[in-house]
T-cell receptor
Framework: GQNIDQPTEMTATEGAIVQINCTYQ??????LFWYQQHAGEAPTFLSY????GLEEKGRFSSFLSRSKGYSYLLLKELQMKDSASYLC????????????FGAGTRLFVKA | EAQVTQNPRYLITVTGKKLTVTCSQN?????MSWYRQDPGLGLRQIYY???????DKGDVPEGYKVSRKEKRNFPLILESPSPNQTSLYFC????????????FGSGTQLSVL
């Protein structure tokens, strides 16, 4: 079957670092996406990994291990505005049409 | 500005009254899709379209219809809405290539009474 698992909720302190993990099982794999979604709003693209390793983009970094079916999103220097849900999504085939989403991790950033 | 325009933003209706949620993109994307989002379940795909006149079922297609007569538009039709279709709906589009990110509409919060 196809499945994506990520923690339901996490809490972290402003200025700290937080790592959100994601494990996936898909029939074929063409990359791993992370999206950010603020409450009541649309998801917005954060990162895409297709090769193993770490991709850094400002305060956000994303890691992928294809052999382990594992990814994480690393958020540094947390700000209050980072309070949101973070969606892990796998693309089992070319194109976006079969993208499978995890249920999302709600991150609460406290002062 | 590149965008996916989805309307209406909020909709309250009654059981059995047909409704349409519109979706339009201005990026010449081949691929468009509809998702519903429910607490604890994440985004689940309803229908998708690879191009004009090409549509296929996603994971939860029951009770929904779609059409793709023009490349830019992909309306979602609920012929006879039921309370279990109360949800937050998102339209999304992307280029039809591996690794292409999805662009989402602003969402439609539907309540079926």
């Amino acid at each position: 079957g196809q499945n994506i698992d990520q923690p339901t909720e996490m809490t972290a302190t402003e200025g700290a670092i937080v790592q959100i993990n994601c494990t996936y099982q898909t029939s074929g794999f063409n990359g791993l996406f992370w999206y950010q979604q603020h409450a009541g709003e649309a998801p917005t693209f954060l990162s895409y990994n297709v090769l193993d390793g770490l991709e850094e983009k400002g305060r956000f970094s994303s890691f992928l291990s294809r052999s382990k079916g594992y990814s994480y999103l690393l958020l540094k220097e947390l700000q209050m505005k980072d309070s949101a849900s973070y969606l892990c999504a796998a693309a089992p085939d070319t194109g976006g049409f079969k993208t499978i989403f995890g249920a999302g991790t709600r991150l609460f950033v406290k002062a | 500005e590149a965008q996916v325009t989805q309307n209406p933003r909020y909709l309250i209706t009654v059981t059995g009254k047909k409704l349409t949620v519109t979706c339009s993109q201005n990026m010449n994307h081949e691929y468009m899709s509809w998702y519903r989002q429910d607490p604890g379940l994440g985004l689940r795909q309803i229908y998708y379209s690879m191009n004009v006149e090409v549509t296929d079922k996603g994971d939860v297609p029951e009770g929904y219809k779609v059409s793709r007569k023009e490349k830019r538009n992909f309306p979602l039709i609920l012929e006879s809405p039921s309370p279990n279709q109360t949800s937050l709906y998102f339209c999304a589009s992307s280029l039809d290539r591996g690794g292409e990110k999805l662009f989402f509409g602003s969402g439609t919060q539907l309540s079926v009474l």
